[in-house]
Nanobody, 115 residues
Framework: QVQLVESGGGLVQPGGSLRLSCVVSGSIFSLNSMGWYRQAPGKERELVAFITITGLTNYADSAKGRFTISRDNAKNTVYLQMNSLKPEDTAAYYC?????????WGQGTQVTVSS
């Protein structure tokens, strides 16, 4: 069974930065494209960014130019570097396989952008 453990969230002022991490176990990480998703209160979960097994990346319009997704296959970890954070980025952030999500989501990591 795949386990996903997200970390790195917190409270940050507008314009600040955070780096999220997600460690994946129970699967061959390097063979899976990975995504970062977020869910704000009262809203549906949305895809923020994904990275393929070859390192190609794509971003939601809201994240372009501010967020960077990366992966370290040796550490079974996917990262999300978030810069120039805005209050509308406030949400719980999750990682999962991009495309065909694994059924078990992690606990997520909360990002709150507020002054």
């Amino acid at each position: 069974q795949v386990q996903l453990v997200e970390s790195g969230g917190g409270l940050v002022q507008p314009g600040g930065s955070l780096r999220l991490s997600c460690v994946v176990s129970g699967s061959i990480f390097s063979l899976n494209s990975m995504g970062w998703y977020r869910q704000a209160p009262g809203k549906e979960r949305e895809l923020v960014a994904f990275i393929t097994i070859t390192g190609l990346t794509n971003y939601a319009d809201s994240a372009k130019g501010r967020f960077t997704i990366s992966r370290d296959n040796a550490k079974n970890t996917v990262y999300l570097q978030m810069n120039s954070l805005k209050p509308e980025d406030t949400a719980a952030y999750y990682c999962n396989r991009w495309g065909a999500n694994w059924p078990n989501w992690g606990q997520g990591t909360q990002v709150t952008v507020s002054s």
